[in-house]
């Protein structure tokens, strides 16, 4: 059995700064590629940054140079610094792990993580 545990989430005014992180737990044999995604209310879930399975990294255009992605490998921990927040940060944020583990390779989600930006 694996889990996926998002933390780090909160409120926080515009122009401010919050670190997620992501630990992936359980019975895992190999982990392919983690990423972080966020979905708004009224509004699709989609991939904010990513990191990928020959250890590149891929960041959605609306966060590039406010967010950094950036993976724990010994830790099996995922994290994402958030710099310079706007409103329209303000979602869930989910961590999603392509995870190797008992059968075969697999989608794990975790439970999300809410990030307000607000004054």
């Known amino acids: 059995q694996v889990h996926v545990v998002e933390s780090g989430g909160g409120v926080v005014q515009p122009g401010g700064s919050l670190r997620l992180s992501c630990v992936a737990s359980g019975s895992i044999f190999s982990i392919h590629s983690m990423g972080w995604y966020r979905q708004a209310p009224g509004k699709l879930r989609e991939v904010v940054a990513a990191?990928?399975?020959?250890?590149?990294?891929d960041y959605a255009d609306s966060v590039k140079g406010r967010f950094t992605i950036s993976r724990d490998y010994g830790k099996n921990t995922l994290y994402l610094q958030m710099n310079s927040l706007k409103p329209e940060d303000t979602a869930v944020y989910f961590c999603?792990?392509?995870?190797?583990?008992?059968?075969?390779?697999?989608?794990?989600w975790g439970q999300g993580t809410q990030v307000t930006v607000s004054s």
């Open positions: 990191t990928t399975t020959s250890g590149g990294t």
């Open positions: 999603k792990a392509h995870i190797s583990d008992g059968a075969g390779p697999n989608d794990y």
